[in-house]
DNA sequence: GCGACAG
DNA sequence: ATCTTGTCGC
């Protein structure tokens, strides 16, 4: 795939008030409406990309599925710059993952990206980075909630296949009340004292948060990731070892 | 100063 | 993310 953007590649050289100000660019260039394009196949080309890190190298690990049928995975490595800064994922970790996708062939209808999207202080993490600067539509799935605030008390488990919208507040750009993303409660235990917890899902680029939360539940019938991003995962891994 | 914060 | 064995509960 080719660098739609190339002014928006994450430089981790950038200071911390430069980097926030290229967020903003970002976002603006962000697309949270759906425009998944007119190619959406039958079943559609869904990539999930994941990293996995050795001391100052992070591994990129792009898997590409059509349906349940894995059709192409590639990887790159790249060092990491920066540390981990809560809001700037993606300087530290968007260089080995444009790496990877420099190799990818098949273009995706839409990427699972490790992280946030829309769910961002200034709505432009990482998947909403990626997307915008390969003009790829991107979804965001994250484990842990960034920033927002859920319409609903998360404290109790929800029943598989439910939904929470999760809503701007004084902490993110977009106007309050905005959904920006939705807890997705892909699996869940019939009953007893231990519970999963629900994903965080956000657009990332040219999806909406309710196509987002589709994509994810679709894909996540068997385990609580999405299979591509699942396979994405264990492949770093595998390649970190 | 305190809190809060994806991977 | 990563360091790490067993263990409890589906």
Do not use: W
């Amino acid at each position: 795939m080719e660098l739609a953007r190339p002014e928006f590649v994450p430089d981790s050289s950038l200071s911390r008030t430069e980097m926030e100000a290229l967020q903003t660019d970002i976002a603006d260039a962000g697309v949270f409406t759906d425009d998944l394009g007119s190619t959406f196949g039958q079943p559609p080309v869904v990539a999930g990309v994941d990293q996995a890190f050795d001391g100052e190298q992070a591994t990129s690990a792009v898997v590409v599925m059509q349906g349940t049928e894995v059709i192409e995975r590639t990887h790159a490595t790249e060092p990491t710059e920066i540390p981990y800064i809560p809001g700037l994922l993606s300087f530290r970790e968007g260089g080995a993952i444009l790496a990877a996708f420099e190799r990818v062939e098949q273009k995706p209808d839409v990427v699972l990206v490790d992280g946030s999207g829309r769910i961002h202080f200034r709505e432009a993490g990482l998947a909403t980075h990626i997307g915008v600067t390969l003009d790829v539509p991107t979804v965001g799935v994250a484990k842990n909630l960034l920033c927002g605030q859920p319409r609903e008390s998360l404290s109790e488990p929800l029943p598989a296949g439910e939904r929470v919208p999760i809503e701007a507040d004084e902490d993110v750009t977009a106007p309050d009340g905005t959904v920006i993303g939705y807890a997705v409660q892909t699996r869940q235990y019939d009953s007893g004292s231990r519970h999963i917890n629900p994903l965080y899902v956000s657009p990332g680029h040219r999806v909406s948060a309710e196509t987002a939360a589709d994509v994810v539940a679709r894909h996540a019938t068997e385990y609580k990731l999405p299979e591509p991003t699942r396979l994405a995962d264990a492949y770093a891994d595998e390649l970190t070892s």
